[in-house]
């Protein structure tokens, strides 16, 4: 493994740190901060816009400055924000320093992918989205240790920004190794998917209304709507279904949901292997019938136990989903279109990342948060449905409609 890789191992582990730490920290935090539980959404949309917005700028800024200092300033402005959170007065400060929280990590998501990609072997790609998992199960289980070793969730967020903090440092100390970018002649695809990269951005860019109009697309961009809807709400409500639908405390609950993510951290690992005998429409199958129990047993009257080990099923049924639908992306639209193409999923899944969890906060707030499982199903049989509608369409002829 090359120094690199090494560290975008490690700069992914960074970005999965904070990502569940809000949801597993609320229910101690909007009693403090005098605000309902519907909130956290406001919070969660907060940093959804900015992550869009920098994933926008994301391709500009990385050819004016390069893949390494784009991810070591994310990272740092990042960090900022975390530090932040652990001193923030209020709810409006803490909606504030949402702004830089998800300008920071939009920028470094699509640039490290985008390196990934291009630089490494594609087998990495699953292996790193392994060790964001990672990062979002440690982020909430250090917030947990915190609030049960009678600290509060100032200190969690406090902890992990100093974490993000060495990381920004390490970043700017290795930017040489990104400028120099040496290529091993012979011993991998790199240079051919390089090639491929130029290529496919060297021609006219279409538009959003022409990219709809490929066949298949409108289905892909939902199917990746929902996936990340429901990833998202599962990952943010779960604490506070167990807290305030099933009377956990809130140590232990926000410990459990930690579990969800470890759930799709081991999914992805054993997805690798599992995709060497499945292609990727039984991948995604495969995890939508899997995240089909989880939710049923986090709905089932039968206990804490199944309620919590339903939640880390269904981390298991999302973990091949988003691996699997971009995977075959090259092989449903071609190679020329699908540089634009993700780049249009990513789109669509921060915008069901923005939009659904706060919805769902309202319906906490206005009506019960016990709706939580059965949301969850409604999001999956949305995406069920838009992903074989996908399988359907995909592959009938690229026609793209330019009226």
Known sequence: MTFLLAITYLAFISLGLPDAMLGSAWPSMHGQLHVPVSYAGMVSMIISIGTVVSSLLSDRLTRKWGTGLVTAVSVGLTAAALLGFSVAPSFWALC?????????????????????????????????????????????????????????????????????????????????????????????????????????????????????????????????????ALEQTAGLWGASYMVMARGMSEETAAKWAALFYLGITAGRFASGFLAIKLNDKAMVRLGQTVGFTGILLVAAPFGTLSMCLGLIIVGLGCAPVYPSLMHQTPKNFGEDLSQAIVGLQMAFAYLGITLMPPLFGLIAQNVSIRWYPFYLLILLAAMAVSSEELNRRAGRGRKTQFS
């Open 96 to 228: 504030l320093l949402a702004i830089p929280y998800g300008l920071g990590a939009g920028a470094v998501d699509a640039a490290l992918n985008n390196y990934a990609a291009i630089h490494f072997k594609a087998s990495h790609m699953s292996w790193l989205h392994c060790c964001w998992g990672l990062g979002a199960s440690l982020g909430p289980y250090i917030m947990g240790a915190c609030l049960t070793g009678g600290l509060t969730w100032n200190s969690g967020y406090r902890i992990v920004g100093l974490l993000q903090i060495a990381l920004t440092a390490f970043l700017f100390a290795s930017l040489s190794a990104w400028k120099e970018k040496k290529r091993e002649a012979g011993k991998d695809t790199e240079g051919k998917l390089e090639a491929e990269a130029a290529e496919t951005t060297a021609g006219p860019a279409l538009s959003i209304k022409q990219l709809l109009g490929i066949s298949g697309v409108k289905a892909e961009m939902t199917a990746f709507f929902f996936y990340c």
